[in-house]
């Protein structure tokens, strides 16, 4: 491990013109050093603090190089890591075609990607604590093969919290724990194929791996408009179901309009249909208490999806849905008895959300993520006057409106500073009924704190 400037073994002679040129010998000095192997891949550069002090100038102006060449994707900057050379670098300034291919193909240092959280957030203590308990706690019983419903403790655990946080009217008995959303669609799709629909109406903008997972239950998709005021609702005829995220629409940021709630709500009542509502970043609301859950205007007409994906971890495989009692019934047969949710897990996140820990780390990400989005804001704001931030103060993402015909040239831009994100374009259904917009939407969730400055820097530099 290199712990100063000399330990490098390189030569670096900066004239003095001022931070700025300092910091742009200090890039180009590493860049190079990077470019031609002297600096090998993994190689661990010496602190900001100690390189400033060996080269006698400023430690802003050495971390303002390390940052531009994070995000070129020279070096990695990870928590409890350093700053290393990455693994990708560009292995030799003598074969400049091969170094584009490899910089093209390579893979993006941060995700803007949204729908994923902070990661490094994971409160693995409490979490640990929690499993203890569970684990103490837990009758014998509970490690047989079990309802296929979940857990009891776990069931109980979400209906009363759903209750308190999200207004929605549910018991235990109501309610069905899955693998993720994901699963909760896939069973929901093949019930719904079952009752005889064959069409479900979804938003113009949205996820297409939602879309893919119904048409595989034998169901198409239609897109309900959008407009500036949102989903349109009004324009729902024979369909069996509709898919919604009336919380904080997705990708588009915006809530369904009260109007729009009720008018969903009186055609499921008159036509039968059922409504699936994704409650789609439910618990992040940054400007207000978040707006209920569409389920507590009709039970019998909705069913309640979420999960703990974002808001402790994707990896944990953990969601539940709330529906009426003889649609239950069925998604409970179609769930099967050996397709169950691993019972350590169920009774961690019971005991978790009992225990009020669950309330704390959603508190702290809320602050975390609200913090991020003003900075987002502000930067914008700042370095791209012609780019507006669009949306509620909600969520793990937000959508950037660019000047129009930008948007690919954009997100090419993007790829070559080193960052993985989509254009609106990516979200739109096929089928949409909407005007087509130039934007980025830009999931500010998935880099951890020590790199987010960097990222949000590097994606400024992108903007038109």
Known sequence: MADSWANLGIDLHLEPAGSSGLRRGLTDALRDAVRTGRLAPGTRLPSSRTLAADLGIARNTVAEAYADLVAEGWLTARQGSGTRVAERAVPSAAAPGAAVRRRTAGRPTHSLVPGTPDLAAFPRTEWLRAARRALTRAPN??????????????????AEYLARVRGVRADPGSVLITAGFSHALRLLGTVLHGRGARTV?????????????????????????????????????????????????????????????????????RSGGLILEDDYDGEFRYDRKPVGALQGLDPEHVVHLGTASKSLAPGLRLGWLVAPPAL?????????????????????????IASGAYDRHVRAARQRYRRRRDQLAAAVADRAPEVTVTGIAAGLHAVLRLPPGTEQAVVR???????????????????AVAEPLDALVVGYGTPPDSTWPTVLEALCRTLP
């Open 201 to 269: 109406a979804v938003e113009s903008y949205g996820l297409d791996v939602h879309h893919d997972l119904l048409a595989r239950a034998g169901l198409t998709t239609t897109a309900l408009p959008y407009d500036q005021l949102g989903t349109d609702t009004t324009r729902l005829k024979k369909e069996g179901a509709v898919l919604l995220t009336p919380a904080h629409q997705f990708p588009m940021g915006t809530p369904l309009q009260p109007d729009q709630r009720a008018a969903v709500v009186d055609w499921a009542r």
């Open 413 to 431: 831009a993007a790829h070559w500073q080193g960052l993985a994100l989509h254009g609106l374009a990516f979200y739109r259904h096929r089928l």
């Open 141 to 158: 019983d509970a490690f047989g093969y079990g309802d296929p419903r979940g857990r009891p403790e776990l069931r109980t655990a979400v």
């Open 328 to 352: 239950l019934a069925e998604l409970t047969a179609a769930k099967g008895h050996s397709d169950t949710v691993g019972v350590l897990d169920q009774l961690t996140l019971a005991e978790f």
